[in-house]
């Protein structure tokens, strides 16, 4: 059989969007994407990590990009999507997490999560669709978690209703975008290993003990998720839209 | 803050101990009721009422309700 040098999973000649590019899934995802032959334009809040994001991109002569932006701040989020360039694939991936009883959930608390997990990502990808500075046939990943769609742990409602909703608007946009030919797919991880999760809130032994409970044995590491995403925004996905990915080790199973 | 206070805003957290139960010196970690999820309303009640971020460290590092309300009140500071 002929082999050839073209994989369908390749992200070469693609100009690939990352939020939350200066750490976790965001920067893992970045990179990952440069290391398949993207062009990164990369976006997060703090400058400083996110040139330690930049300073580590495959280069393959690519001109990666990277603008700083509060995605939470109407005015910062316009100039961004006016900086922008035509767009094959988007990540969007800055978000956080919060571990709380519903009881303390007052409506600041819900707000607090809503403005970082869903109205940034939201309107980002609206106005990015509404400009048209997706290219046909672009690949959109949002970043929801199994704790909005699968698994309904204690503490986590406030955090899991900010991405059941994202992952609802998710569903919505690949039938609205389909016209254009623009994918929207999520990924719903289980607990990943990054910053978002050592915060104290949950001890490191807690952390330990519960990894236990996973099939596969650890909690993931943010390439487990970037791996996905690539996949999502390469041509083998060409016929996958309105997915949630569950990647999680087995836990929801 | 007051100890009596925090005591009480401590114990509205469980929903069978019975008030009497809280002192002090209560060992709450040892008190039948006290899960993971107690653990995570005593966090969010001090955030709410003290104004103060505690951690899981702070409540496995402290035996005694006393214990707890000196890292409060530390912080408080």
Redo the contacts between chains.
Sequence with gaps: METSNHSPFSLAGKTVLVTGASSGIGRATAIACSRMGARLVLTARDQDRLLDTFNQLATCGQDHVQLTADLTNSEQLEALVAALPHIEGAVLCAGNST???L??GSREKFDEMFDVNFFAPVELMRLMYKKKIFAKGASVVLLASIGGTHSFM??NGVYGASKAALNAVMKYAAREYASRRVRVNSICPGMVDTPLIH?????E??LAEDAKKYPLGRYGQPDDIAYGAVYLLSDAASWLTGHDLVIDGGFSI | MNIQDFIENFASQFDETELEEFTPETHFKQLDEWS??TA??I???V??EYDVII???DI?NSDTIQDLYDVVERQQK
């Design positions: 571990t709380l009883p009881q303390f204690p503490g915060r104290g809130t949950i001890t032994e807690q | 993971s999820l995570l309303s966090i969010a009640m955030d709410d951690k899981g460290n496995i």
